[in-house]
């Protein structure tokens, strides 16, 4: 069973309920963020998986942006751990990441809103 | 009287309306990328009259993205043209207005979405 069927709005979830939803949304979207890049093929299902969650439970935006800010901080330690804080900038490509997520949220969003109106 | 207060849905305005709106939300969002890392003072409401355009006139989220490319396509070429092409990697820093803008429109459009329900 997907994690993601209990499908209450993330603002009426119990405080254990939104660490846990919390904890596989940031773990999906790291996923995501370190195949970004890449030319895997699960990658456009891995977004659509995440997107779909989001947007099912109405989690608000300013968290999804705290989540990116999380674990791109984490990728940066990760670097200067391993002495590759030369390659630090190669984490502002990300953004690129981002901005694709919100891009197909908002547009979710909006075709849903539409709808309703 | 406001240039944006004839709020037709995008996709239900005529191709002469499309290009005037367009042309319009286009400049305003030129004035945010330019002023985005000032300190002036009427930034955030250039943001907000922004906004609220692109969401009164559920404008695609593709256009958006669009008019973000062509405007730091436009802003390269002239960096060219005046021999600064060592400040373009500065425009990349112009993504953080398009995630700033892209998190606004989709909270806008959640919100709305959410109070349908």
Do not use: W
């Amino acid at each position: 069973m997907s994690q993601y069927e209990i499908m209450l709005f993330f603002e009426q979830m119990n405080p254990n309920q939104k660490k846990e939803f919390l904890k596989q949304i940031k773990s999906d979207y790291r996923q995501i963020l370190i195949k970004y890049f890449s030319n895997d093929i699960t990658l456009k299902e891995k977004i659509d998986k995440f997107i779909n969650a989001v947007f099912c439970a109405n989690v608000p935006v300013p968290k999804i942006i705290e989540i990116h800010m999380e674990i791109v901080d984490e990728f940066s330690k990760q670097l200067k751990l391993e002495g590759r804080s030369d390659y630090s900038s190669l984490l502002l490509d990300y953004r690129l990441a981002l901005i694709d997520m919100l891009a197909h949220l908002c547009e979710l969003y909006r075709r849903s809103n539409a709808s309703k109106s």
